[in-house]
């Protein structure tokens, strides 16, 4: 079975422009979640999707957003950049909706960089 | 909000020498799962604990979750090199809660 896909892995981008990264989950995941990873703030939550529907919400301002298709693939959005958002983005997906009982499964992650 | 709070951050050993690390949280954990994340990889899942004082092995490691579910701590019997990585734990609280993770505990490892 495939795994988690992520696309771009590598991202430049200069301040005040917007990203879009996607998502593959695994076949038969129907639950997708994102993560923001930084060296100083660890590992952070952004929110979670499962059918279609955001589930769940980090405390991330609303630059950040992100959406779900039909299909279980997943994207993000980052509007108008800062360097802040410099950052490895993971997605992760799992069988359950709220994934309380079921590991998650990340991706390799994309690497942004703001200029 | 609820805290989690993983000591300690960063860890050198011998390899060879025992390791132990710690996840404590502020309130009560309906479960609780450990992730490894190798160097310039991503979280890789390593187990879940869900009943109070449950004790799970994984070869040289033991995972162990409190008995009043707040806290729950990893050891690594005689590290080795391939141990070196960034060793997580992560909770939920309920329904509807906002998956959170630890910040982490760096271990490294010299051979």
């Known amino acids: 079975k495939a795994g988690v896909t992520q696309t771009p892995r590598y991202l430049i981008k200069t301040r005040g422009q917007q990203v879009t990264l996607s998502c593959s989950p695994i076949?038969?995941?129907?639950?997708v979640s994102w993560y923001q990873q930084t060296p100083g703030q660890g590992l952070q939550f952004l929110f979670e999707?499962?059918?279609?529907?955001?589930?769940n919400k980090g405390n991330f301002p609303g630059r950040f957003s992100g959406r779900q298709f039909s299909n279980s693939r997943s994207e993000m959005n980052v509007s108008t950049l800062e360097l802040g958002d410099s950052a490895l983005y993971l997605c992760?997906?799992?069988?359950?909706?709220?994934?309380?009982?079921?590991?998650?499964?990340f991706g390799p992650g994309t690497r942004l960089t703001v200029t | 909000g609820q805290q989690v709070m993983q000591i300690p951050q960063y860890q050198h050993v011998q390899e060879g020498e025992d390791f132990t690390t710690y996840c404590n949280s502020s309130?009560?954990?309906?479960?609780i799962q450990w992730y490894k994340q190798r160097p310039g990889g991503h979280p890789v899942f390593l187990i879940q604990?869900?009943?109070?004082?449950e004790v799970k092995k994984q070869k040289r490691l033991t995972f162990q979750f409190g008995e009043a579910k707040k806290n729950s701590s990893l050891h690594i019997t005689a590290t080795q090199t391939t141990d070196v990585g960034t060793y997580f734990c992560?909770?939920?609280?309920?329904?509807?809660?906002?998956?959170?993770f630890g910040k982490g505990i760096t271990l490294s490892v010299r051979p």
């Open positions: 999707y499962f059918s279609e529907t955001q589930r």
């Open positions: 076949s038969g995941h129907r639950s």
């Open positions: 992760a997906s799992s069988l359950a909706w709220w994934g309380r009982s079921y590991e998650q499964y």
């Open positions: 992560v909770f939920y609280t309920g329904a509807n809660s906002k998956l959170t």
């Open positions: 604990l869900v009943k109070s004082g």
């Open positions: 309130t009560t954990l309906s479960n």
